[in-house]
């Protein structure tokens, strides 16, 4: 095992590969599932990322590394919030693979800076997010977390 | 006793799910509920601590027993495993599964954390890193949409090898 922490998250979805790449990559639907938070990109290699968070002013950008519909989308992750901007970025990586009617959704991020706080921001974040993913495109539903509230009230 | 400290978490899965604590509690506890997510498997269980555990296949011949070493409805269940439906797999040492129910914003934080008291090969624990994800996000298609998926049930490539190395070696045996 390697000293660099790297976060591997899979999650099944009841969804067919195009309809899993359209929800990582939309702004719309983005702002659903991560409850307003937007994606913010025209999803071309080497074209600016963001994610624009709810809360004013607060943002996460990067690169676009990869785009391979419906199979494949990396980029790079820069948060610019909460006094993390100072920490240099780290990397994204989604693969999709299709089984019958379903979709195995395996996110990597990794690449994180040494003594990175990003990295404990995310462990608690993706599980929530893709679960929430899982739930708007099974069942139109979306799960919010109490951080969020608290995010709110701050 | 199990003694609970003996055992180190290999894999910790987290899932959040559209629903009540004891939705999620019944899911995990119920056999008619389990079969359904579970590859088939139906949950057999003493409601207590110290009671017996069982999966058992549509047949009811055993494919997983164990213990009981926590039973707190609708928070927290731990429970021993041992594999005894596969050969080879019953000679492992039992691992210790536990879930924890959380409330987490008007949903469900699910915890699933799977803890040896050995130093697993990655080949083994490859076991269950692939099947966890696959059964929770089961368990969680079940509980939001009436549906669950429909998931593999096969030990990954290598797992079985592995096992009859761990079995011929018992490296458990020297650790301690």
Known sequence: MSDKPSFVYVIYIAATAEQVFEALTSADMSERYWVGNRLQSDWKVGSPFALQLKREGNRVTGTVLEVDPPRRLAYTFHSQHDGLDSEGPSRVTFEIESHKDQVRLTITHDEFPPGSKVFEHINRGWPLVLSSLKSFLESGRVLRAPWYEEADAA | ?176
């Open chain 2, 1 to 176: 006793m199990t003694d609970q400290s003996a055992f180190k978490p290999n894999t910790v899965y987290v899932i959040y799910i559209a629903a009540t604590p004891e939705q999620v509690w019944q899911a995990l506890t119920d056999p008619a509920f389990t079969r359904q997510y579970f590859g088939g498997f139906s949950i057999d269980v003493e409601p207590r601590q110290g009671g017996a555990f069982f999966l058992r296949y549509p047949d009811g011949r055993v494919h997983m027993s164990g213990r009981v070493v926590e039973w707190s409805p609708p928070r927290r269940f731990s429970c021993t495993w041992v594999v005894e439906g596969m050969p080879e797999f019953r000679e492992l040492p039992e691992c210790l599964v536990t879930y924890e129910i959380e409330p987490a914003g008007g949903a469900v934080k699910l915890t699933m954390t799977e803890a040896h008291s050995w130093d697993v090969p990655e080949d083994i624990l490859a076991g269950g890193r692939q099947g966890w994800p696959a059964i929770l996000s089961s368990l969680k298609s079940a509980l939001e949409t009436g549906k669950a998926l429909e998931i593999k049930m096969e030990p990954p490539k290598g797992m079985v090898d592995a096992v009859r190395r761990a079995v011929a070696e018992k490296p458990w045996k020297k650790s301690t």
